[in-house]
């Protein structure tokens, strides 16, 4: 006998909880309205009976059947009461609404003592404190729904007070006759809408009460702007609306320097704008972005988002931004892969809608030859080559706007020191006063060659020589030199003489061959 009692119960137990037709899901308006952690703490002791837990079951179903779940959504945790209460499943656990429900239908009871102290400790430790291993996310709301027959339930004032503290709401679901001046203190303001006394048989006359206080809580009401520039801006927003045939109003103005306005439709002055100008646009349920354009350089602006869903009521969101001052190209030029020769310039911000082209003009300091070029309005650098050396340039770039304005800017560039010409310089001597001359090249696009000698050790000034040779040498032979004569071979570029190598050709029986001498 007693065993045909427990099959009929879980036979009851599993009706309860088995999706049909008949279990109707919450207005779609709760789909994604939501972001936060909800732990229930779910009475199954022994003064639970079989039958009572089963309704509790299939009440907190139809309680989350609604919720979008997910990391970015909510989360739900199931920590059950009993002499060793048992964390069933933490926040991380289910993120669909197919997982929680088989979760619900395969709960069992734990049993035993009503150890609902023990149950808060675990709560507070391991489950609603954000950075716990099974914790509660950080800057989101938390929530504490107590399911409980109102019988022993211990000493909980206490540590119910220490979540709150710690910003946790606390909502609390009586199904016995449970001392009604506990539960009022433990329950999070205001108690008629997070206190409810209920029979068990008749829970579901308090769903979607219960339902709209948790929703109250961890409503996600954010808007933000990003993306703001000198006359537009994006606002973005979470959308509450998804999957109804509501929209959502959007209305944005500058906020005025003094005073305050009335309310109007259509362009005028806009109660929540303060009195300013403000534009109006409505966007589609699902939407959660709108694109503000039209807008003032370095100006304050206040957008207010209202969703509108039949006679259902949402708060109206504002937030205030301010445009970015009015940039013209180029705003900023910038000098980079700087070598002997060449060297990039770079400008920004790169404004293709506005600019038609861009000019560069160089020349090189004080009074160089001008140079220019030319680039298209989708080309933010350029490089520029050909330079001299070791020379100081000064850079101009002038952006061409559609308007017919011209904006210019100007940076001073220096080129490097140019790589030594000469790899190598050698002396040979030829009989008595003659040397034969020898160099190598490490670079390109000589001019010719400076060759000086004259006799070190000499005191009258002026005893010097010199020739010029062509690019295409690379040796020559001299006579006729003094005692300890130094020679010098110089490169020539393009309009300027490098710095050289020097070697001393000492005429001596025994010396053949002498290299470089600094």
Known sequence: MMESHMCWTWMLLCLLLRPSAAQNPAPEGVLNCCEGDVLFLLDSSGSVSSYE???????????LLPFSLGEDQVRVGLLQVG????????????????????????TKPLRGDTNTVGALRIAKERVLRPGAPDGARAGLPRVLVWL???????????????LQEEGVAVLVVSTGHGNYLVLREVVTPPVENHLYFVDIDDMSIITEDL????????RAERINVRDISSNSATLQWRPVLSGLNGYYEVRFGPVPTGGTGGGGGGTGTSPSTGGGQFQRLTQSADSSTAMLTGLKPDTTYTATLTPEYNDQAFNTLSVTFTTKPEVMSPAVVTISESGDTSVRVSWGPLQPETVTSYYIEYSALPKGKLH?????????????????PDTTYLVTVTARHTSGKERAMSVKVCTQEATPALADLQLTTVGSDSVQVDWKVSVGGLRGYWLTWEEQQSSVPGQRSSLYL??????????????????????IYRTVRGEGLCCTAQFHSDALAYGYQS
């Open 211 to 218: 339902r709209d206080a948790i929703i109250e809580i961890i």
């Open 148 to 162: 409980t027959d109102g019988v022993k339930p211990g000493d909980v004032i206490g540590p119910m007070a220490e």
């Open 372 to 388: 220019a070029t030319t680039v298209s309005r989708t080309q933010n650098s350029t490089l520029l080559r050909d330079l001299q």
């Open 53 to 63: 837990y089963s309704r509790m079951l299939a009440f907190l179903s139809e309680l």
């Open 83 to 106: 002499t060793q209460p048992r964390l069933e499943f933490g926040f991380d656990t289910h993120s669909t609404q197919s997982g929680l429900q088989e979760a619900l239908r395969n």
């Open 470 to 491: 062509p690019p295409d040498s690379l040796s020559t032979r001299l006579t006729h030199l003094p005692p300890s004569a130094r020679v010098c071979v110089s490169p």
